[in-house]
């Protein structure tokens, strides 16, 4: 077993050897693409720090028309904290709220000169859990608490809602479409690389095959040959895209990041670094064994 391990490892080396050019067109390729594609996932990684941060102002407040007892905040607090939508309850009485406008009016806060409290109703303001920090979620825990009539005047950012909704889709779905593309422009290059290389040694591969060698047996160097040169292809990318963050990235995000409230940047943690390795390793493997169809019969 040990000694046919050998003969496999010695005949991918000679491979390696024989087509050195087409060996590092093979491995840049891979490489090129993934760093592209890793670049692109730090930047959405830190652009979604920023969404997750917009979420946190994610509220739906219900105004009361009485100020209600201690003992009725303390029910409808453990009511509304029951929902499973609900992470956080907190009661605005109408001097909380008057202080709050008062701050927010500024040098102009002099214009409620002769107003009281009284002008403006009670509030439990409503924080949500993070997975339902959505349109969705919003929309579940408004349909629960209207089923009470002491909820019945709510309020939410409905249209701030519409347009988060959208622009987190579209993140998703520019970043599913962008990494699908340059994945399958990856693999169609290699494939194509790696057959050049089965042209230049179609007449060793019909030998093998006349001489009794199993399909097999033919096809397992060059397999392992993809394999390795698309896990060199992801080491490279994981170095390229740690230049690139260090390079680009880094300076350029964090004025981003700091007018947003975020005070850090994020790169590539170690599971997508792994991640990424495995996808040139898989992007390999499937580009030889896409060109060895035409050569060897499976």
Same mark, same amino acid.
């Given at each position: 077993m040990?000694?046919?391990v050998?003969?496999?490892m010695?005949r991918?080396?000679?491979?390696?050897?024989?087509?050195?050019?087409?060996?590092?067109?093979?491995?840049?390729?891979?490489?090129?693409?993934?760093?592209?594609i890793?670049?692109?996932?730090?930047?959405?990684?830190?652009?979604q720090?920023?969404?997750?941060?917009w979420?946190?102002?994610?509220?739906?407040i219900?105004?009361?028309?009485?100020?209600?007892?201690a003992?009725?905040i303390?029910?409808?607090?453990a009511?509304?904290?029951?929902?499973?939508e609900v992470?956080?309850?907190?009661?605005?009485?109408?001097?909380?709220a008057?202080?709050?406008?008062?701050?927010?009016?500024?040098p102009?806060?002099?214009l409620?000169?002769?107003?009281?409290?009284?002008?403006?109703?009670?509030?439990m303001?409503?924080?949500?859990?993070?997975?339902?920090?959505?349109?969705?979620?919003? =929309?579940?825990l408004v349909?629960?608490?209207?089923q009470?009539?002491?909820?019945?005047? $709510?309020?939410y950012?409905q249209?701030?809602?519409?347009?988060f909704?959208?622009f987190?889709?579209l993140?998703?779905?520019g970043?599913?479409?962008?990494?699908?593309? $340059?994945?399958?422009?990856?693999l169609?290059?290699?494939?194509?690389?790696?057959?050049?290389?089965l042209?230049a040694?179609?007449?060793?591969?019909e030998?093998?095959g006349?001489?009794?060698?199993?399909s097999?047996?033919?096809?397992?160097?060059?397999?392992?040959?993809?394999?390795?040169?698309g896990?060199?292809? =992801? $080491?490279l990318?994981?170095?390229?895209a740690?230049?690139?963050?260090?390079?680009l990235?880094?300076?350029?995000?964090?004025?981003?990041?700091?007018?947003?409230?975020?005070?850090?940047?994020?790169f590539?943690?170690?599971?997508?670094?792994?991640?990424?390795?495995a996808a040139?390793?898989?992007?390999g493997?499937l =580009?030889?064994?896409a060109?060895?169809?035409?050569?060897v019969?499976?």
């Amino acid at each position: 077993m040990l000694d046919r391990v050998r003969c496999l490892m010695r005949r991918v080396w000679r491979n390696l050897k024989q087509s050195p050019v087409l060996c590092t067109a093979a491995i840049g390729t891979v490489a090129v693409a993934l760093t592209i594609i890793a670049f692109f996932g730090i930047v959405v990684l830190n652009v979604q720090q920023v969404t997750r941060q917009w979420s946190q102002d994610i509220q739906v407040i219900a105004y009361l028309e009485q100020s209600p007892s201690a003992s009725q905040i303390q029910a409808w607090t453990a009511k509304i904290k029951a929902m499973p939508e609900v992470e956080k309850v907190v009661f605005v009485s109408r001097d909380e709220a008057f202080r709050r406008f008062q701050k927010r009016l500024g040098p102009d806060a002099e214009l409620l000169e002769g107003f009281g409290p009284e002008i403006l109703p009670a509030a439990m303001e409503i924080t949500l859990k993070p997975p339902y920090r959505n349109q969705a979620g919003v =929309g579940e825990l408004v349909g629960r608490l209207r089923q009470d009539a002491n909820f019945s005047d $709510l309020t939410y950012e409905q249209e701030w809602l519409t347009r988060f909704d959208a622009f987190i889709g579209l993140l998703k779905l520019g970043g599913v479409i962008f990494g699908g593309f $340059l994945l399958f422009a990856a693999l169609f290059i290699v494939a194509n690389t790696i057959k050049l290389t089965l042209y230049a040694r179609r007449d060793e591969i019909e030998i093998m095959g006349l001489v009794g060698g199993s399909s097999m047996y033919i096809k397992t160097p060059f397999l392992l040959e993809g394999a390795l040169q698309g896990l060199v292809g =992801g $080491l490279l990318a994981v170095a390229g895209a740690f230049g690139l963050f260090q390079w680009l990235l880094k300076e350029g995000l964090a004025g981003f990041l700091l007018i947003s409230g975020i005070g850090h940047i994020l790169f590539l943690s170690l599971p997508q670094q792994l991640l990424l390795v495995a996808a040139g390793t898989a992007l390999g493997l499937l =580009g030889s064994a896409a060109s060895l169809r035409k050569f060897v019969r499976i």
